[in-house]
């Protein structure tokens, strides 16, 4: 056999395993870029007091808004155009997170409670993300049963809506770290793998499970250790 075809399935592999750890590298920078503007978001939100409306019609408002986003962003994932979609996406999701962080600050601790949340979020990033960098694994036979647990959670919010029960919020809450926390597993996975090539695209999916295991650990936080 020829010698340089001997080598060619080598170099292939070692051009994928190159290309992989760019996509992966961009998307924890787009990542740790996107947090800027949920700051920011959320600042504005709380610092002047915007109103949002709530009940069931914000929660559609939300979900029309947030979906046109991502609909915007996976049609501009190809070009710098998408990074300030993306961006522009995360303002609004700070920007939602105003009734949360209000009703946390007014603990005591609401404070305190947020850093927790903060932290806690982070070291579950850091843990699911390294697990999926570094095990053998793949792990895209989760998908399927992530995506059911989602939306049997999504059903469960919209439930709540209308039943307003601290039990099933705190159900809901830890539903959401498990779910999530396993979203991160996932998503990294499927970009050490291949399975995403795109950083803009995984950026939003490892983005929005992130966002959801703080907004529940801080909501669960709230109901479990706010101090009046």
């Given at each position: 056999?020829?010698?340089i075809?001997?080598?060619?399935?080598?170099?292939?592999?070692?051009?994928?395993?190159?290309?992989?750890?760019?996509?992966?590298?961009?998307?924890?920078w787009?990542?740790?870029l996107?947090?800027?503007?949920?700051?920011?978001?959320?600042?504005?939100?709380?610092?002047?007091?915007?109103?949002?409306?709530?009940?069931?019609?914000?929660f559609?408002?939300?979900?029309?808004?947030?979906?046109?986003?991502m609909?915007?962003?996976?049609?501009?994932?190809?070009?710098?155009?998408?990074?300030?979609?993306?961006?522009?996406?995360?303002?609004?999701?700070?920007?939602?997170?105003?009734?949360l962080?209000?009703?946390?600050?007014?603990?005591?601790?609401?404070?305190?409670?947020?850093?927790?949340?903060?932290?806690?979020?982070?070291v579950?990033?850091?843990?699911?993300?390294?697990?999926?960098?570094?095990?053998?694994?793949?792990?895209?036979?989760?998908?399927?049963?992530?995506?059911?647990?989602?939306?049997?959670?999504?059903?469960?919010?919209?439930?709540?809506?209308?039943l307003?029960?601290?039990?099933?919020?705190?159900?809901i809450?830890?539903?959401?770290?498990?779910?999530?926390?396993?979203?991160?597993?996932?998503?990294?996975?499927?970009?050490?793998?291949?399975?995403e090539?795109?950083?803009?695209?995984?950026?939003?999916?490892?983005?929005?499970?992130?966002?959801?295991?703080?907004?529940?650990?801080?909501?669960?936080?709230?109901?479990?250790?706010?101090d009046?």
């Open positions: 056999m020829n010698p075809l001997q080598k060619q399935p080598a170099y292939d592999v070692a051009i994928g395993q190159v290309s992989r750890n760019k996509v992966l590298r961009n998307t924890f787009l990542l740790a996107s947090m800027i503007p949920t700051v920011l978001g959320a600042f504005v939100g709380v610092s002047m007091n915007v109103a949002l409306p709530g009940g069931f019609m914000g559609i408002l939300f979900m029309a808004i947030a979906f046109g986003f609909y915007a962003i996976e049609k501009t994932k190809e070009s710098a155009v998408g990074v300030f979609v993306l961006l522009g996406f995360t303002f609004f999701m700070g920007l939602m997170l105003t009734p962080l209000r009703h946390t600050l007014g603990y005591s601790n609401g404070g305190s409670l947020i850093m927790t949340a903060f932290g806690g979020t982070a579950v990033f850091a843990v699911m993300a390294s697990i999926a960098t570094t095990t053998k694994r793949n792990l895209s036979g989760m998908g399927s049963w992530l995506t059911a647990g989602a939306v049997v959670i999504l059903l469960a919010i919209v439930a709540n809506i209308f307003q029960l601290p039990v099933l919020t705190i159900v809450s830890v539903l959401m770290i498990g779910v999530f926390s396993a979203f991160i597993l996932y998503d990294v996975n499927r970009v050490v793998n291949g399975g090539t795109n950083y803009i695209t995984a950026t939003l999916a490892i983005y929005l499970d992130v966002f959801n295991v703080f907004t529940a650990l801080l909501r669960l936080l709230g109901i479990v250790g706010g009046d």
